[in-house]
Every structure is written in C-alpha cells, then in structure tokens.
C-alpha cells in the first residue's frame, strides 16, 4: 500500500493524533513505534515522505536516516524534543531536510509536509517531462518516449524555439522573428509547420495536448 507519510516516533499517542489529523486533511499516513516496525512496514509499503523522530528507545533516527541516504532521496523530517542547535545541525548534515522542535503545532506541521509534498510532485512531473522529450540539435531531430523522430530544419527549429519557452505563451511575431528572421511572415506558413510538428509528436494532432493554440496571441509547448 502507499501512504504520503509515515510517523516513526515511539510517543505512540502523539504519532497516532499527528496521523489522524493529516488524514482529515486528505494527507494518507500511518505510524510505527520503532527502527524494526519501520523495517518491516517498509517491506509491504511505499511512501512519499518520513516524520522521523531522533529518540526511539533504544534506536536513534539519526542512524536510520543515514541508512536510508545510502540509497535514497526520501524527504526527511526531523521531529524531536532535543532543542540544541548541534542537534538541528545534525540532523541537516546527514541528509535531513527540515528539524521540527517537539512540541509542534499540528498545523504548522501539517503545512510543513504539504509544501515538501508539492515540491516531490512538481519535481516528479518535470523529470517525467524531461524524459518524454528531448532535442538532438546535431541531427535535427527529437527524441521522445524512446524514439527518435527526425525534424526538417525549419521544423527543428521552431520546436526548439517553442521549447526554449517551454510552459510560456510565445507569440506568432516572436516565432516569425527567431525561425524565419521577419516578424512579418503569414500565418498561413506557420500554420503548416505547426500542423507537421503536431502530426509527427501528437498523439491526436486534431486535438494537440503538447503543441497548444492560444488563439489570437500565439502558441505554448506544454511539458
């Protein structure tokens, strides 16, 4: 099963009520006790984000937060009634990504792993992106979804035009002026070449999700 987060924090009843009070805002948690709970429900579970308390009886979270950065990326919260400024650093140099003092406001708390939350899919989206489209200036030609589709050169450089503003409005005067040197070029000619891009990149060019109008004004490259 997946959880957005997960509590390890042997102070059972404040794990429990940090947990439920996330799930009443649409955030997906549980909790454990201990470094061998999370052992264990990580052997049935994926996550998006750890709540990681420094003392648990006998285990500490800084061990286990140095055990999960020899292989990942997993943000990392520290939260902890130890107050020094050493035990902050700590926990930043070990690959910690934030240190919440015990005791927290729920809400505070709440707004904290939301916005990391936000951050991880934002971040998740654009390498996605990335990876779905990418230009060969060397061969006039675009890899995308693992394939490699070969461009005409006024085609090649309109799209990268596009994708140098990519997610930006870029008005027709701009595309006549950076691919065809005139600002004064018909609409017609550039209608053809987006026409091309679409039919060799969309997956439906009548009705393009990648290669977008903005009527009257210009075009976007969403990625």
């Known amino acids: 099963m997946h959880y957005q987060c997960l509590i390890v924090d042997d102070e059972l009843e404040l794990a429990q009520m940090t947990c439920e009070y996330f799930q009443m805002f649409d955030v997906s948690c549980a909790y454990v006790g201990s470094v061998a709970e999370y052992d264990e429900f990580m052997k049935e579970n994926t996550i998006d984000l750890l709540l990681l308390d420094v003392n648990l009886q006998q285990d500490s979270g800084f061990v286990l937060c140095k055990r999960i950065r020899e292989n990942s990326d997993l943000p990392i919260l520290f939260i902890s009634a130890r107050q020094s400024d050493d035990d902050m650093l700590t926990a930043l140099q070990i690959g910690g990504d ?5 005791p927290y406001t729920l809400s505070i708390l709440l707004a904290k792993v939301r916005v990391m939350l936000k951050r991880m899919s934002a971040s ?65 000619t550039l209608n053809v070449h987006i026409r091309k891009l679409r039919e060799k990149l969309e997956k439906n060019p009548n009705e393009p999700e990648m290669i977008t109008t903005i009527w009257g004004t210009g075009y976007m490259l969403k990625i």
């Open 98 to 102: 934030d240190y919440i003092k015990k």
């Open 124 to 188: 998740t989206a654009y390498n996605q992106n990335q990876e779905i489209l990418s230009l060969d200036r060397d061969t006039f030609s675009v890899h995308m979804d693992g394939k490699r589709i070969p461009l005409k050169a006024r085609e090649f450089r309109l799209l990268e035009c596009l994708y140098e503003h990519r997610n930006t409005i870029v008005t027709k005067e701009n595309l006549f002026q950076e691919v065809w040197g005139d600002a004064f070029f018909s609409d017609g």
